[in-house]
């Protein structure tokens, strides 16, 4: 059957503030990221601790979350001021019974490290220096993506990135590390429901699309060279009939210390 879906472009402006993210990663214990295949939660992956971090508000029952992995990459030492929006791209549309009510196992573990490594890969071709991964930038995205979900929205505020509480992207860092010296902060999203049995049981089929929006994206987020840090989230939810069709969010942070 052919599938007819909304797409919608959204563009937000990151907020700037004079302090931010980075100084936190030194108070108390930070949570330990994955090692290579991001993270899914526990018991049934529904919101609570994951892998080191409390999202709020909880994810849907029957949700996968995973994150990026650490690496040893240096933050760089960079003069450029990343003056640049926040972009969300993607397409949903309403309820399909006969799409796939859900993704495969681990679906989200496998899907962060292709994201990671296409992230770094756009970096690379344009000649600009990697990101140092930063922990709380994941967190930071799983708690949007889940306020995204909460409040009944498809995607991340249009034109703000703004969360339920009205909160910027940097407000957004701040609120888990206030003590942070980030300084500005974009946020990157993609979010779209399942067309077809392949996006729901291939991650790399269900990132190309995102991948062809982050590359394409107007900005240049991902390749500006401002930045000094990167984290993410991928999420994915189950269908739930008569509402939604089974959704997949990738949701990218990125910062300048």
Same mark, same amino acid.
């Given at each position: 059957?052919?599938?007819?879906? @909304?797409?919608?472009?959204?563009?937000?402006?990151?907020?700037?503030?004079?302090?931010?993210?980075?100084?936190? /990663?030194?108070? *108390?214990? +930070? +949570?330990?990221? +994955? /090692?290579?295949?991001?993270?899914?939660?526990?018991?049934?992956?529904?919101?609570?601790? %994951?892998?080191?971090?409390?999202? !709020?508000?909880?994810? &849907?029952?029957?949700?996968?979350?995973?994150?990026?992995?650490?690496?040893?990459?240096?933050?760089?030492?960079?003069?450029?001021? &990343?003056?640049?929006? !926040?972009?969300?791209?993607?397409?949903?549309?309403? =309820?399909?019974?006969?799409?796939?009510?859900?993704?495969?196992?681990?679906?989200?573990?496998?899907?962060?490290?292709?994201?990671?490594?296409?992230?770094?890969?756009?970096?690379?071709?344009? @000649?600009?220096?990697?990101?140092?991964?930063?922990?709380?930038?994941?967190?930071?995205?799983?708690?949007?993506?889940?306020?995204?979900?909460? !409040?009944? *929205?498809?995607?991340?505020?249009?034109?703000?990135? /703004?969360?339920?509480?009205?909160?910027?992207?940097?407000?957004? /860092?701040?609120?888990?590390? +206030?003590?942070?010296?980030?300084?500005?902060?974009?946020?990157?999203?993609?979010?779209?429901?399942?067309? @077809?049995?392949?996006?729901?049981?291939?991650?790399?089929?269900?990132? %190309?699309?995102?991948?062809?929006?982050?590359?394409?994206?107007?900005?240049?987020?991902?390749? @500006?060279?401002?930045?000094?840090? =990167?984290?993410?989230?991928?999420?994915?939810?189950?269908?739930?009939?008569?509402?939604?069709?089974?959704?997949?969010?990738?949701?990218?942070?990125?910062?300048?210390?």
């Amino acid at each position: 059957m052919n599938v007819v879906r @909304n797409i919608v472009l959204l563009v937000a402006t990151a907020g700037v503030v004079s302090a931010g993210l980075f100084a936190a /990663v030194v108070i *108390q214990t +930070p +949570p330990t990221p +994955p /090692v290579s295949s991001g993270g899914t939660g526990t018991g049934n992956n529904n919101g609570g601790t %994951n892998n080191g971090f409390t999202i !709020s508000p909880a994810l &849907p029952a029957g949700a996968q979350v995973a994150y990026g992995s650490a690496n040893s990459v240096t933050p760089p030492n960079t003069t450029t001021t &990343p003056t640049t929006p !926040s972009d969300s791209t993607g397409g949903v549309q309403g =309820y399909v019974s006969s799409l796939p009510a859900n993704f495969s196992a681990n679906y989200a573990a496998a899907s962060a490290p292709l994201l990671q490594a296409y992230l770094d890969g756009l970096r690379a071709a344009a @000649n600009v220096g990697p990101l140092a991964y930063d922990p709380i930038l994941g967190e930071a995205a799983a708690n949007l993506i889940a306020d995204t979900i909460a !409040s009944g *929205q498809a995607f991340p505020a249009q034109g703000t990135a /703004v969360n339920s509480k009205n909160k910027t992207p940097i407000q957004q /860092v701040k609120a888990i590390a +206030p003590t942070s010296t980030v300084k500005y902060v974009s946020v990157l999203s993609f979010v779209s429901d399942v067309l @077809n049995s392949a996006e729901a049981t291939d991650p790399q089929t269900g990132l %190309n699309p995102a991948e062809t929006n982050f590359q394409l994206d107007s900005s240049m987020i991902p390749i @500006n060279p401002g930045w000094t840090h =990167y984290g993410f989230a991928v999420v994915t939810v189950p269908a739930v009939a008569g509402k939604n069709n089974a959704t997949r969010y990738y949701v990218v942070f990125f910062a300048k210390e």
